[in-house]
């Protein structure tokens, strides 16, 4: 090789061409862009970024292979890097190895990258995928797996043509050698879900803040097949309809359910059934609740519905609130009297019976109200004729509603009429 060669190329000129285009391109207003320009330039904007992002990280790569970093008595590329740039030395050594792995190994996803076809965020998961290959898997297998996935990338091996995201090119990551062979994929797959597995389990995190209010707030995060269950479980639970048709054929309306008034949204609509589910926890019993609470009320209080309770966990609650959780078996209503003598707790004769429950699953195959879906399993027992003002405990006097219709019961804003054989409705109080 001559000397010529290996004469080093001014790279200063050409950063400082694309500062200034870069710049003129800034000083134009954007109320100036036409309409049809706006979309390509993020585009075209997207690809140079990822272009720049390129050819940044191949020369990180270059000055660790010269050993730059020695020159200056950093101690190491990362750290010499995070000086120059501002970025955290645990970035740069991320991209450092990022770096030459593209280099030494991936050339199909470093010519993409290069060429503005993939995203950083795009790159870091191909390659963290190819990473995770079979030992057995061969050189070329690995080059026709990776060269699969660099399409769904980039969107030229995708139905649709448009490139996948990261989410969706993670997933598809998991399929990326199923085009080579077959056990190949099946051993991939189960390596790249085990190591998701564990990587949830050290991120599963769950915060809940008492507001003060009343209410709580909070966030969390768990692992995927969690994350689906319990989205599959909202998801039954604010599909049934509440708009539906009663036994002759006519429309029924329910004023009281979410979603028939205005301001309702399919947040709410979730929050509501992530209420059901929590008094719904798998257990046996009346209402298959799993949590156990006392609720101390006075007589007179659980008579009319006025006044608080109070729960053994600290909480007060209305009355009204109070006579409806104490229709869930896992709720003990210890009533007291004018001197806090204990009168009543949790007589066994206050709740329906197992056979009283599958007594009424013959008469009824979802929550008794009209029009309402909930299916039957997911109904609590509502004495009609209030067990506190001497309403028995029977079939006759027994409503299966779904923890929604069950609130409204207890709602003083509604009121439960019977209009006929099956026909159990809702009206707002005027």
């Known amino acids: 090789m001559s000397v010529a060669a290996l004469r080093p190329t001014p790279i200063s000129p050409l950063l400082a061409e694309a500062r200034s285009l870069v710049s003129q391109g800034m000083a134009m207003p954007t109320t100036h862009v036409a309409d049809d320009e706006i979309g390509p330039a993020i585009a075209e904007l997207s690809a140079l970024e990822a272009q720049l992002e390129s050819w940044r990280l191949e020369l990180l790569a270059e ?6 970093a020695a020159r200056e008595a950093a101690t190491g590329t990362d750290a010499w890097a995070a000086q120059l740039t501002g970025d955290t030395r645990e ?6 190895r990022l770096a030459g792995l593209l280099r030494d190994k991936y050339a199909a996803t470093r010519e993409a990258f290069a060429a503005g076809k993939l995203l950083k965020a795009q790159v870091k998961v191909i390659v963290a995928a190819a990473e995770q290959a079979p030992p057995e898997a061969t050189a070329l297998q690995l080059a026709e797996a990776e060269a699969w996935l660099v399409a769904q990338g980039t969107g030229s091996g995708t139905r649709s043509g448009r490139p996948m995201n990261p989410k969706r090119l993670r997933q598809a990551a998991r399929q990326m050698f199923r085009q080579v062979d077959h056990d190949l994929a099946a051993r991939h797959e189960a390596i790249l879900l085990g190591r998701e597995q564990r990587h949830a389990v050290r991120e599963t995190r769950l915060e809940l803040h008492d507001n003060g209010d009343g209410t709580y707030s909070g966030k969390f995060t768990i692992p995927e097949l969690h994350g689906r269950l319990l989205r599959s479980a909202l ?9 539906s048709r009663d036994a002759a054929g006519g429309p029924v309306v329910d004023e009281s359910a979410p979603g028939t008034g205005a301001g ?11 209420l059901e589910l929590l008094e719904h ?3 046996v019993g009346h209402a298959a609740n799993g949590v156990t609470l006392i609720v101390k009320m006075g007589l007179d209080e659980l008579r009319s519905g006025l006044g608080v309770a109070h729960l053994d966990t600290g909480v007060t ?6 006579r409806r959780l104490a229709c ?3 709720i003990i209503p210890a009533v007291l009297g004018g001197d806090s003598v204990p009168l009543d707790l949790g007589r066994e004769s206050r709740l329906h019976s197992y056979h009283q429950r599958v007594g009424l699953s013959l008469i009824h195959d979802s929550c008794a109200i009209t029009g309402c879906e909930r299916p039957f399993a997911w109904t609590e027992i509502h004495h009609p004729e209030p067990w506190s003002e001497g309403g028995p405990t029977d079939l006759a006097n027994g409503l299966p509603l779904c923890f929604w219709h069950h609130q409204r019961a207890h709602d003083d804003q509604f009121i439960l009429r019977h209009h006929g054989p099956g026909d159990w409705r809702f009206h707002r109080r005027r």
Request: aromatic share 6%; glycine share 12%; charged share 20%.
């Open 328 to 330: 869930n078996a896992g």
């Open 235 to 243: 998801e039954r639970l604010t599909a049934p309809r509440r708009l």
């Open 91 to 96: 970035m740069l050594a991320g991209g450092l």
């Open 63 to 68: 000055a660790d292979q010269r050993e730059l």
């Open 317 to 322: 609650i209305t009355a009204g609130e109070a």
């Open 264 to 274: 309702w949204n399919l947040y709410e609509a979730n929050g509501v059934a992530f």
């Open 281 to 283: 926890l798998p257990t």
